[in-house]
């Protein structure tokens, strides 16, 4: 499950394979302490170091390891729980540096915005709900003032440094939206996330997850984590976090689903005359798994190997190439957030047209597209870069490498703008 659910992740820009691998060393550590029997001093130091690791690498993980603490100091199996106060100590120790910054930033005492932003965005949505996206939710900035309609296009703010501002740190540029408990979205929200986490379940997973309940039933056993709560409270604890506020994609919840997988096969005790069948069960189960993960596995490690060329890392090179410099202001013609060869080639998103309205962008005569490329140039655009289709007029664009993406300089003489 390891192995056919994290590769694909590999390839996407996100920091969860990251965050994933402090959810395992946290739980290899405390299972470790759990077979021992005991905590050694040396277990609670690095214990602290992985707490206070995790939660640089996602803010949510903070709580994780908060719950695993308090599990493992509750755990009256577990002997020289004293050891536990180093972890508290050291957790305390590396993060207040980082708690103090936060303060000296918003002028106020806190952990991190993260889980209040993403409440107001998700279940409130008091500021942005005017910006629905894909799946309903509010898109959680606010892209800035219309410059265009038909296409819409966005003046986005720029700063020095910063690629793509409303999500640079939207805990600043976005102070105005607060968290406010409501039922109606709150219960909105469960049953959205609830949804998507069942279908994950049944079709993703589906073939462990009837294994794994298959392999219980047969047991007999229904208190099948009660030797490994120590890791499952917490696990379940983020869990429910997520399904309160946002769950809808699989790199969230990968790592703490392969975890309760594991645990709960690993719980299990099964009479002797039952072993045969079981082990049919879950070798027809991994099976049917690999044989419908395999195909993203393959492609992922067809990635790998031929080391094919990543299209952003070409558009970088070749911005550069042909004279954009860091700190450069840019158009956008897709969602300036997705825009990731602007981050590698150090560039502000200055306008932007979201992906729903690009292929309108693509398919108007040259004057009208001309008007939108002026209007991008009073936003502050230098010059403009899309992914156009196969019958896009290109006239005057130039190409980037072999990535498919073009780049048409804009100035504001061109544009009449003084």
């Known amino acids: 499950m390891f192995f056919l659910l994290f590769l694909p992740l590999i390839v996407t820009p996100t920091p969860d394979v990251f965050a994933s691998s402090f959810i395992f060393l946290i739980a290899e550590r405390l299972l470790r302490c759990e077979t021992r029997g005991r905590i050694t001093w040396r277990d609670g130091l690095t214990l602290g170091i992985l707490f206070a690791l995790a939660y640089f690498a996602k803010g949510i993980l903070l709580y994780f390891g ?3 603490l ?3 100091a509750v755990d009256k199996r577990l002997s020289n729980r004293r050891a536990l106060l180093a972890s508290s100590i050291v957790l305390v120790v590396i993060v ?3 708690v103090v910054a936060l303060h000296h930033a918003f002028g106020r005492w806190t952990l991190g915005f993260t889980g209040q932003l993403n409440y107001a965005w998700f279940i409130d949505g008091t500021q942005t709900v005017t910006y629905p996206g894909p799946i309903g939710a509010p898109l959680p900035y606010f892209p800035g003032n219309r410059v265009f309609n038909q296409p819409a296009i966005y003046a986005v703010q720029t700063k ?5 501002v409303p999500w640079y740190d939207p805990a600043r540029f976005d102070q105005w939206d607060h968290a406010y408990f409501q039922w109606r979205g709150q219960i909105a929200a469960i049953q959205k996330n609830l949804v998507w986490f069942e279908a994950w379940l049944l079709v993703n997973v589906g073939a462990m997850s009837v294994v794994v309940l298959a392999v219980i039933l047969i047991s007999g056993r229904a208190a099948i984590f009660r030797r490994y709560w120590i890791i499952v409270v917490p696990t379940l604890a983020v869990l429910t976090m997520y399904v309160l506020v946002y769950i809808r994609t699989s790199r969230y919840v990968v790592a703490l689903a392969v975890l309760l997988f594991a645990l709960a096969l690993a719980s299990v005790r ?4 039952n072993q045969f069948l079981v082990r049919a069960i879950l070798a027809a189960g991994l099976i049917v798994f690999a044989t419908t993960n395999f195909g993203r596995t393959l492609d992922a490690i067809a990635n790998l190997v031929n080391h094919n060329p990543d299209p952003t890392v070409e558009v970088a090179e070749a911005l550069h190439h042909l004279g954009i410099h860091p700190n450069s202001h840019i158009g956008t013609v897709g969602t300036g957030l997705y825009a990731y060869w602007a981050h590698l080639a150090r560039v502000n998103v200055a306008a932007e047209i979201w992906d729903d309205d690009a292929p309108l962008f693509w398919s108007v005569d040259s004057s009208r597209r001309g008007a939108m490329l002026c209007a991008m140039s009073r936003a502050g655009a230098s010059a403009v ?6 019958n896009a007029d290109l006239n005057g664009w130039e190409p980037l490498g072999k990535s498919g993406y073009w780049l048409r300089r804009v100035s504001p003489e061109e544009c009449g703008i003084r």
């Open 66 to 68: 908060i719950v695993a």
């Open 385 to 390: 870069v899309g992914l156009p289709p196969a």
């Open 96 to 98: 207040a540096p980082w």
């Open 70 to 72: 308090g599990m493992a």
């Open 160 to 164: 020095p440094n910063i690629t793509y």
């Open 270 to 273: 099964t009479a002797r005359a």
